[in-house]
C-alpha cells in the first residue's frame, strides 16, 4: 500500500498539486469562516429570541386588557387583537394565555401550539409567580418565555393563568442561512479566483524549474551534494564579490562555522580578512595556522569568457601530520632521557665493578650508599615538594639528562604542587617542560658550574613553571621573535621548540613569559587550573 501511495504521490505533476493543494486550503477556509459565522450567529439569534419570548410574555402579563379578559370574557375580541399585533412585531411563532392550566386564548402557528399541549410549562409561573424560559422538544428547538398572570380583585391579587410566547428555533436557522447568503457568495469568488491563481502559479513555477519536477530536482541537487559533501578537503566557492556559493561540511568544520553561509560575504563567514588565501598575491599551496591547526589552502579562479568571475578555495589539514612529527619529537626526547638515565648508571655500574675487581669492597660499598643517598635525596625532594606523579617522572629523567651533560639541576625548595588538572595532559606537559628544560641545560651545559633550577607551584589560581639557568643570556634583539617558528640562533632545521611550547600553553589558555639578561634566563608558564 505504502509503495503503491508513492508511484501514485510521484506520478503527480507539481502543477496538479499546488493546484490541489490551494484548492483545498481554500475550501478549508471558506467553510471554517463561514461555519463559525452560521455558529455564532445562531447563538446570538437564540439569545435575542429567548429574550424577547421573556420580555415579551412577562410585558403581556402586566398588560389590564390581558388580565381583565379572565373576568370578562366580551374582551376575548380585543385580546386576540392584541396577541395577532404582537406576534406581527415580534416574529414570535405563537401566544398562548392559560386560565389555570386550562389553554384560554391561543394566537398563531397551529403545530406550535400543539407542542405546549400536553405539557405546557407552567407549573413554576402558577405555584411560585416566576417568569422564565423553557427549551421544548427533541432537539430543544421549541422556545418558550413564561410569565404568570396576576388578577387584581380589590382585597387581594391572584394567579389565575399565565402568558406563553413561543419561538420556532428552526425558523431561527433558517434565517441564519439566509443571512449567510452573502458570505456563501463571496467564498465563492475566493475560491474561483483561489484555483485560477493556484494555476498561474504553478504554470509560473514549472517554468523557472525548466519543466523538472520536484523529485528531479531533489536528486540533481543530493547528487551534487553528496558528491561536494564527500570531499574530505574543504572547499569554499565564492563570486565574483567574494559571496559564498558554497561551502561544503568539510570546510563548515575547519572554519567552525554553523547554519547557512550562501549568500555572505567570505570575510563574514570566516571572520578574519588577514588570512593569506584572501590576498591578491596569494600563489596557493600555502601554509598558514587556523586555531590549533595547520592549513594548506590552494584558489583557483572561475574564469568566463577571459573574466574573473568567481574563486575555488580548498583546504587541506595539516594537523596530523604535524601532530604525528611531534609526538614522534616528545618520544625521541623521552628516549634521550632514558638513554642518559642508562648511560649514567652504566657509568656508575663500571666504577663499582672496577672497585669491586680492585678488592675495594668497602669503598664499593660506600659509593653505593652515597649514590643510593644521593638518589633517595633527591627523589625525597621531588616527591615531597611535588605531589604529581607525571611531573616527577618528567624532572627525574631530565635530571639524568643533565648529570650526563654535567648541568646542575635542581629543584627550588619552595616548589610545591599537589596535583595537575585534568585538562593537562602529559603529552602537554612533555612538550612544555621538555623543551624549556632541554634548552636550559642547552644553554648552561659547554661553561663551568652550569646549574639550571625548577620552581613550581600551585597557590592562586594558576599553576606556575618557572625554569632558570645561569647561562649567557638572549641577545635582547631575538626575544622579540623567538616563539616564532624557525626561528634559533642553533643554526638550520631548529626553531621549533619553543613554538610548539607557545603552541601548547595557547591551548591550555595559559601565558608564557621571558626575561632574559647576561646573567641567566627565566622562563615563566602561567596555566589556570580551571579551564
Known amino acids: 500500500m505504502k509503495k503503491l501511495f508513492e508511484q501514485i504521490q510521484s506520478s503527480v505533476s507539481i502543477q496538479l498539486k499546488i493546484l490541489g493543494l490551494v484548492t483545498a486550503l481554500i475550501l478549508f477556509i471558506v467553510v471554517t469562516i463561514t461555519g463559525i459565522f452560521i455558529f455564532f450567529e445562531y447563538r446570538e439569534d437564540i439569545k435575542a429570541a429567548e429574550k424577547m419570548a421573556y420580555q415579551t410574555a412577562r410585558a403581556l402579563s402586566y398588560m389590564p386588557t390581558v388580565q381583565e379578559s379572565l373576568q370578562d370574557k366580551e374582551d376575548i ?55 422564565y424560559i423553557e427549551r421544548l422538544g427533541t432537539n430543544k428547538m421549541t422556545l418558550v418565555g413564561v410569565s404568570p398572570l396576576l388578577v387584581d380583585y380589590g382585597d387581594y391579587k391572584k394567579i389565575d393563568g399565565t402568558i406563553m410566547v413561543i419561538y420556532d428555533g428552526r425558523l431561527i436557522i433558517k434565517s441564519v442561512i439566509r443571512e449567510s447568503i452573502p458570505i456563501l457568495t463571496v467564498s465563492s469568488i475566493a475560491l474561483i479566483v483561489g484555483l485560477l491563481g493556484s494555476f498561474l502559479l504553478a504554470r509560473d513555477i514549472k517554468k523557472d524549474t525548466l519543466g523538472l519536477e520536484p523529485r528531479e530536482i531533489a536528486f540533481l541537487y543530493q547528487e551534487r551534494k553528496t558528491v561536494f559533501s564527500a570531499l574530505t578537503d574543504g572547499m569554499i566557492v565564492t563570486d565574483e564579490e567574494r559571496r559564498v556559493r558554497m561551502m561544503n561540511p568539510a570546510a563548515k ?4 562555522v554553523t547554519g547557512t553561509v550562501r549568500g555572505k560575504l567570505i570575510t563574514e563567514v570566516i571572520g578574519d580578512s588577514d588570512f593569506p588565501f584572501l590576498k591578491e598575491g596569494f600563489q596557493g599551496d600555502e601554509e598558514f595556522e587556523l586555531g590549533d591547526l595547520t592549513i594548506i589552502a590552494s584558489r583557483q579562479h572561475i574564469r568566463t569568457e577571459g573574466r574573473i568571475t568567481g574563486t575555488i578555495l580548498t583546504f587541506r589539514d595539516k594537523t596530523d601530520l604535524r601532530k604525528m612529527s611531534a609526538s614522534l619529537s616528545e618520544t625521541r626526547r623521552v628516549t634521550e632521557d632514558l638513554r642518559a638515565q642508562t648511560h649514567e648508571y652504566k657509568n656508575k655500574l663500571y666504577v663499582i665493578l672496577g672497585l669491586i675487581q680492585l678488592n675495594k669492597n668497602e669503598q664499593a660499598i660506600s659509593f653505593i650508599r652515597d649514590e643510593t643517598q644521593s638518589q633517595e635525596n633527591y627523589v625525597r625532594l621531588v616527591s615531597s615538594s611535588i605531589r604529581d606523579e607525571k611531573l616527577q617522572a618528567i624532572i627525574l629523567g631530565k635530571l639524568a639528562k643533565a648529570s650526563e651533560q654535567h648541568v646542575s639541576f635542581k629543584i627550588d625548595p619552595g616548589s610545591s604542587l599537589a596535583s595537575l588538572p585534568d585538562s593537562i595532559d602529559l603529552n602537554g606537559l612533555v612538550t612544555i617542560l621538555g623543551n624549556l628544560i632541554d634548552n636550559a641545560v642547552e644553554a648552561v651545559r659547554k661553561q663551568k658550574n652550569g646549574e639550571v633550577v625548577l620552581f613550581v607551584s600551585d597557590m592562586g589560581t594558576d599553576i606556575l613553571f618557572e625554569v632558570s639557568d645561569n647561562g649567557p643570556g638572549i641577545p635582547e ?25 607557545k603552541k601548547e600553553v595557547g591551548l591550555l589558555g595559559g601565558e608564557i613569559e621571558v626575561q632574559s639578561n647576561p646573567e641567566g634566563t627565566t622562563f615563566s608558564v602561567f596555566l589556570p587550573k580551571n579551564r
Do not use: C, Q, W
Not at 568544520?253 to 567552525?256: K, V
Open 253 to 256: 568544520r575547519l572554519f567552525r
Open 477 to 501: 634583539k631575538s626575544i622579540v621573535r623567538i616563539f616564532e617558528r624557525g626561528i634559533s640562533g642553533k643554526g638550520p632545521g631548529r626553531g621549533y621548540g619553543l613554538a610548539n611550547v
Open 77 to 131: 375580541p380585543e385580546l386576540r387583537n392584541i396577541m395577532d399585533n404582537l406576534l406581527r412585531d415580534t416574529n414570535a411563532s405563537a401566544v398562548v394565555m392559560t386560565e389555570g392550566e386550562r389553554f384560554f386564548v391561543t394566537a398563531g402557528d397551529e403545530e406550535m401550539i400543539l407542542k405546549v399541549f400536553d405539557h405546557p410549562p407552567i407549573d413554576k409561573a402558577i405555584i411560585f409567580g416566576s417568569s
